[in-house]
């Protein structure tokens, strides 16, 4: 187990996570969305605390209590005054080591789940979301969505959680984290005390990074004849092309300069062709989407069914024109975005926690807000360049909702933005 600190001294808050190495990517088709379960079920009680004991220990200190659930990662976390962090240590520590998952609590929170689950699938939005990773992974784990299916929700049971546990919940997938002001010394001290006896893997190593999964790239769409509009989602892959690259930081940080260029603002080209110049759509983006061995370049938009070809073409075009020059003035705006962006989030404390634990966890180090500043600044159009020309040497996934939304649809806007970008 590996133990971050991160002291603040400017803030008097403080934020307290316990972070794991696990999410959906490490389920199976019977096990999908149990991860997320899981971390709805910590909650619900431990060995000394009730769900209520739980929810107003935390609230009496004034501090929010949460956590999430993504493809690679379960976190569990709680904010609030910096001299409260010991508090703050022991409860989350308490939650991820002591629940006992109590059956009644499972009962109601499964149908909670469920409930959740279905929201999703009502929703074009979030379904074209859902979708996209289907068509980037295919049948996948990582194509599969965080939430899991209905039919899993339904049946999963107290020792289908308690053997997850037992095989991902261990010392060296996990990272206790804390930022803001407080003191690290007996922070350190104390999480060593909570987490002594936490097991390790089975096979007593660490685990390796994840291989990744392959890429499809096939265009999916699914039909949602109460409204109007059509949801697109389109991502290109950006992984480092050779293994040792997988870990490179400045290789992300030049993709998420070039996803901000291209459709990060209202300024930004994307944004200003499709809603500025052409009126196509009020919603056209870009930006990026990562993990440890996964890097993605995604394009958003909503539009109506009559425009669509027009918003492929047109968005083709700009991808063309990106990898034969890069606007110098675009440049600039982008790396100020990000490098702002960092700073900004450097000043919260859960913001600042995460990101470390996410670079830990990808590249085994930290990186200061001020190094990572001094890399974006560096970062030249050639390097920018080079992105879009990657893009276009891959075929895109597309995922459509909506109106007049369907596989047969997303596929031939495949070939109406292949034919703009050749």
Known sequence: ???????????????????????????????SGISHVLEHMAFKGTTTRSVQAINLDAERL??????????????????????????FLKMTADIVLNSTFPEAELK????????????????????????????????????????????NIERFTRDDLIVHVKSH???????????????????????????????????GMSPALSAPAPYIGSAMGQRFSQVSQVFVNMAYPLAPAKAEEIQQQRWRLVASVAAILFGGGMSAPLTDTIRERLGLAYTAESSTENGDVWFNFLVHAVTTPDKLEQLMTATGELLREHARLIDLVHLERAKNQLAVSRVRSSERTYATMERAVEELFVHGM????????????????????????????????????????????AKQLVSTLAATTQ
Not at 69 to 81: A, E, I, N
Not at 178 to 203: H, I, K
Request: hydrophobic share 45%.
């Open 1 to 31: 187990m590996r133990l971050l600190a991160i002291r603040l001294p400017h803030v008097q808050s403080a934020s307290v996570g316990v972070f794991l190495r696990v999410g959906s990517r490490d389920e199976t088709p019977a096990t």
């Open 62 to 87: 004034g501090a929010d209590v949460n956590a999430f659930t993504s493809k690679d990662t379960t976190g569990y976390f709680m904010t609030g005054l910096g001299n409260h962090v010991d508090q």
């Open 108 to 151: 109601r929170e499964l149908e909670v789940i469920r409930q959740e689950a279905i929201e999703y699938l009502e929703d074009p939005q979030e379904s074209s979301g859902a979708l996209l990773d289907r068509a980037i992974w295919g049948d996948h784990a990582m194509g599969m969505p965080v939430i899991g299916t209905v039919q």
């Open 169 to 203: 919940y261990v010392a060296d997938k996990t990272v206790v984290a804390a930022a803001g002001n407080f003191d690290v010394e007996a922070f350190f001290a104390q999480a060593g005390q909570l987490f002594a006896g936490m097991p390790r893997s089975t096979n």
């Open 366 to 409: 930290v990186t200061s807000t001020k190094e990572t500043i001094s890399v974006i600044e560096t970062i030249t159009a050639d390097e920018v360049r080079a992105v879009f020309e990657r893009i276009l040497k891959n075929r895109p996934a597309l995922a459509i909702t909506g109106k007049a939304a369907t596989t047969k649809a």
